[in-house]
């Protein structure tokens, strides 16, 4: 019979076969090598085996396929006469009949791994030539790499982000602004008592600052180098004024200068995007500060007569007790200054700094705030305490927290993965190989980065952390393969080659899968959140290229250890191979309790999901002992930083927002609004109409409001229109030379500006609050009023909306997609269902935990799930199609999990720990969210991975699916087939 086979055999020498002959003759061959296995008679059988002689393919009880194939597309039982993996082809012959090689689309896969062998294998110097040459090219575009120095997490074209940009065109004292807070130690009754603001010392140290903060110029060299450049870019009259402006120095008065060459390049037509935001910038560089509103310069409304007087509150600092109690009367008696230059025990004065500098200059942020510590600490030192807090603050610290931590985590993280590469296997190419393609997979990533303009932000600096944890998985796999075929007595080719074939589709199919769960963390609208997704997912799928590629070829050309076969299993393999057999043995004897705490487990982590709050507070990102978060608790129980700009619109009539009705609904919501916990102090058209009515009627009680429909004055014998005496009221304001009439209304009275200043940076509690007011708007105030939200703390609640969602998007794509792909992967909605289910629990303890203690959704914890999906999805790939391979072997349920845990188990525990404690570096970060990613991520790996080595098990010796049986008789001493 082997004669009349050796015609077939010379035309299939090239593939892999297993023909298999009735009557037990069962042939393996792979490249030219025959040998046969299993030769059995009918006499020699089993009752069972005897059962199998006609009708159906016999399988021996000992697998007669090739060691190489992949499990990966192994057909159910309904297809019993082939099998068409990635090592090879299955053939029946039944009754002396040949079978017809399979057209499957496995053909293809199964073409392009032997390719793929033969170009590494075979020619190994010419793989890593090209290799090279292809990095090198790639690595070209590393140089483009910068910082983002955006502090947006959301979009230029979000709603808010548009909102935000209107405001600040449209009202003055709407850009991004600092608190300079100054607080005595304690109160006193005395206004000559130096524990009050209202003392000579303190009243000359806020002018003295108030001052040198108008004075502030951030110009320097580099700012005159950046002119001398324009200068030789655009040439002719715009050239030589720069060029002039350039050699006389810079000072507080060039952006004058400056000004007039926008307007000679915009008159010839030639003000290009790129010059005018360099020009802009070295304006803001120059004059940073718009302006600075203290106790010694910001105007009080007071009267004398029929006189409205708008004056500073002092130029020269009293020194008498009676001037120092004069002024305190009045400043404490005009409202408009409570919470901004007193508090209501008078320990406290704030000076606010409103900004010229974009919201993307984070160096100058930075070096303004530097300077003014400076000011405040060394070159006008005090008693006070002092306290410096805003966005600015806050966006700066971030920018240089997020420096350092770049540069420290690299380093920690890669010393952590080398000294686990080294106790893994004792090799120093197991160590310097891995750390190779991990080094390619980040620097090919951070070029891309340059190739496509995406800066490193906040999120995208730990990207290196995550390559490095991530990729050296897929070494770890490889390289634990060729060692055991080395140790087994295989050549280095021959080991190379079994390795390849065991390994190269899972580590495609888990890279895959991987990268899917990152990607999808990029359906948000959170950028930093995006990129970060988009690029872990393409940095993963480039060290899965460099692992198949680099690793084998280069192994190929390296000198195989010379103690390599007399290495045998380490200690801990031993230990870890008894530890998992104990695992394996409780898991069989415990199943139903398994099963059952298991769910419990998940039932409770579920209601700990409905505990998860949402938030986005940069202010929580830092230790409590740092400067910013200290100057923002102080700045919160003051006034607090963030605005909400309640935007209010009326087309009702003429300069409709001077109708009396509407601005007595204007009074009214700033009477609520006073009244919240939240609101640190309040600003609108209606508050300064209130003041200026009130002093006009000799700070009569019942003119302390806005001028009713109408109005009888205080004599008691005229009576004039409301709106008429409104608009009365304040151009006596304006030519009295008041200037903030501009922060609250436009110029035809149809806009206004209602400026809220929370005492929190919580973006959930600020959602809370502005839900509230959503629901008293729409109760209270008229129908021809419309309002829409806007700034600072409308930003701030978009990130938290969009941080929600995003979570919610990611999880439920990421979810359906890694289930489709474990479906076709493991061949089987079944074995996609079990190999998603300790997903879905590993994700429900994360919630869980986070529910229960407190730990809040933002921009770090928001990618936790999605990052442990993508790396989780590898357990159950690895575990499911190394259990299916046994099973197909005819052995006993136990025996299978027993191999199972001996091979995929191992390398399962061994990836995890890996993994977890590359990310357990980044708690060395200094960032709080990246901490806290970094020990959330290690405990969900963990316990993703304990699901997979109990929780898949014990579920199938539970529900006993009938996938197990597809391809071996239930000859299971514990488990038969499901009746159901």
Request: charged share 15%; aromatic share 8%.
């Amino acid at each position: 019979m082997l004669k009349k086979l050796s015609p077939v055999l010379d035309k299939v020498q090239n593939d892999v076969y297993s023909i298999n002959i009735d009557y037990g003759v069962n042939i393996v061959f792979t490249s030219n090598i025959v040998s046969s296995r299993n030769i059995a008679t009918s006499e020699n059988r089993t009752p069972d085996e005897q059962s199998n002689r006609h009708g159906s393919q016999y399988r021996s009880p000992v697998p007669c396929m090739p060691e190489a194939e992949s499990p990966i597309f192994m057909p159910e039982a309904e297809s019993p006469n082939f099998y068409a993996g990635g090592g090879g082809a299955y053939f029946n012959v039944t009754s002396g009949n040949i079978g017809n090689p399979i057209d499957s689309p496995n053909r293809e896969e199964h073409k392009m791994l032997v390719l793929l062998k033969k170009w590494v294998i075979d020619y190994p110097k010419t793989t890593l030539a090209i290799t090279l040459m292809l990095t090198l090219g790639l690595f070209s575009f590393l140089p483009k790499v910068k910082q983002n120095p955006s502090p947006h997490l959301l979009g230029p074209d979000h709603p808010s982000r548009v909102n935000l940009e209107y405001v600040r065109e449209a009202f003055t004292g709407a850009k991004q602004s600092l608190l300079v807070l100054l607080e005595m130690e304690a109160s006193g009754s005395n206004p000559n008592d130096e524990k009050t603001i209202f003392n000579s010392q303190t009243l000359q140290r806020v002018q003295n600052l108030t001052q040198a903060f108008e004075e502030i110029t951030l110009a320097d060299e580099s700012d005159v180098q950046e002119l001398q450049a324009i200068a030789s870019e655009v040439g002719g009259e715009a050239a030589e004024r720069l060029q002039q402006l350039a050699a006389e120095g810079l000072d507080e008065f060039s952006w004058e200068v400056v000004e007039e060459v926008k307007e000679i390049l915009t008159t010839q037509g030639n003000l290009t995007v790129d010059w005018e935001t360099r020009l802009d910038r070295v304006i803001n560089r120059t004059t940073p500060i718009i302006e600075v509103t203290s106790l010694a310069n910001t105007d009080n409304i007071l009267s004398e007569g029929d006189e409205l007087l708008v004056d500073p509150i002092y130029e020269d600092v009293p020194t008498t007790a009676e001037a120092l109690n004069r002024m305190r009367n009045e400043v404490t008696g005009n409202r408009l200054f409570r919470n901004g230059l007193w508090n209501d025990d008078l320990t406290q004065t704030g000076i606010l700094v409103e900004l010229s500098l974009k919201d993307e200059d984070t160096d100058s942020a930075h070096q303004l705030y530097q300077r003014i510590i400076q000011l405040v600490e060394q070159e006008f030192p005090g008693s006070e305490r002092h306290f410096v807090a805003g966005s600015p603050v806050a966006l700066s610290t971030l920018r240089i927290t997020v420096q350092h931590d770049t540069g420290v985590l690299m380093p920690i993280v890669s010393v952590i993965v080398m000294i686990i590469l080294g106790l893994t296997f004792r090799m120093i190419t197991g160590i310097l190989v891995p750390m190779l393609v991990v080094g390619f997979a980040v620097g090919g990533t951070m070029s891309l980065m340059g190739f496509f303009e995406v800066g490193i932000g906040s999120v995208t600096s730990a990207l290196p952390v995550f390559l490095i944890s991530i990729g050296v998985a897929d070494g770890i796999h490889i390289f634990s393969e060729y060692r055991s075929n080395l140790i087994s007595g295989l050549s280095k080719s021959e080991a190379l080659s079994k390795m390849m074939d065991r390994l190269a589709v899972p580590i495609v199919f888990t890279s895959v899968t991987t990268a899917i769960g990152f990607y999808t963390l990029s359906l948000t609208e959170v950028v930093q959140i995006r990129d970060f997704g988009v690029f872990v997912a393409v940095g993963t799928l480039i060290a899965m290229i460099y692992s198949l590629i680099f690793i084998p070829a280069l192994l190929r050309l390296l000198p195989t250890p010379k103690n390599i076969t007399s290495q045998g299993e380490s200690f801990i393999d031993i230990k870890l191979d008894q530890f998992l057999g104990g695992v394996t043995q409780f898991v069989m004897k415990q199943y139903v309790a398994i099963v059952a705490v298991m769910a419990v487990l998940a039932a409770i982590g579920a209601y700990g999901l409905t505990l998860v709050e949402v938030d986005s507070n940069v202010v929580s990102f830092f230790d409590e002992d740092t400067p910013l978060v200290i100057s923002s608790h102080k700045s919160n129980e003051f006034s607090g930083t963030d605005t909400l700009n309640l935007l209010i619109r009326s087309e009702d009539g003429a300069e409709p927002l001077k109708q009396p009705h509407h601005l007595q609904a204007l009074e009214q919501l700033e009477a609520h609004l006073n009244q919240q916990p939240e609101v640190g102090r309040v600003t609108s058209i209606a508050s300064l109409l209130q003041r200026i009515h009130y002093v006009m009627n000799d700070s009569d009680p019942d003119y302390d409001r806005v001028p009713q429909t109408r109005e009888i004055t205080n004599s008691g014998k005229t009576t004039v229109d409301g709106a008429h005496l409104a608009a009365q009221l304040l151009l006596l304001y304006e030519n009295g030379g008041g200037d903030i009439l501009t922060d609250v209304i436009n110029s035809d009275y149809t806009h206004a500006n209602m400026s809220v200043v929370l005492k929190t940076n919580s973006g959930w509690e600020q959602a809370q609050f502005v839900k509230r007011l959503r629901t008293y708007l729409a109760q209270n105030m008229p129908n021809t009023l419309h309002f829409e939200m806007g700034g600072p703390v409308a930003v701030s609640i978009s990130i938290t909306e969009e941080v929600v969602l995003g979570q919610l998007r990611s999880l439920a794509w990421s979810f359906g997609v890694i289930f489709l792909i474990l479906c076709v992967v493991l061949r089987s909605i079944q074995r996609g269902i079990f190999g998603v289910l300790p997903l879905v629990f590993t994700v429900l303890i994360n919630f869980g935990i986070m529910g229960y203690f407190g730990i809040r959704l933002e921009i770090g914890t928001a990618i936790v799930s999605g990052i442990v999906i993508g790396i989780g999805v590898d357990f159950s790939i690895h575990y499911l199609s190394r259990l299916m391979h046994e099973l197909r072997g005819g052995v006993r349920y136990e025996q299978a999990i027993l191999q199972t845990m001996h091979h995929s188990g191992k390398a399962i525990v061994s990836n995890a720990i890996a993994v977890a404690l590359g990310f357990l570096a980044l708690l060395a970060a200094d960032f709080i969210p990246v901490r806290m990613m970094g020990w959330m991520i290690s405990m969900t790996l963990l316990i993703s991975a304990v699901a997979t080595l109990m929780l898949i098990p014990a579920l199938m010796r539970l529900l006993q699916p009938k996938f197990l049986f597809a391809h071996s008789e239930p000859n299971f001493t514990t488990l038969a087939p499901s009746q159901a």
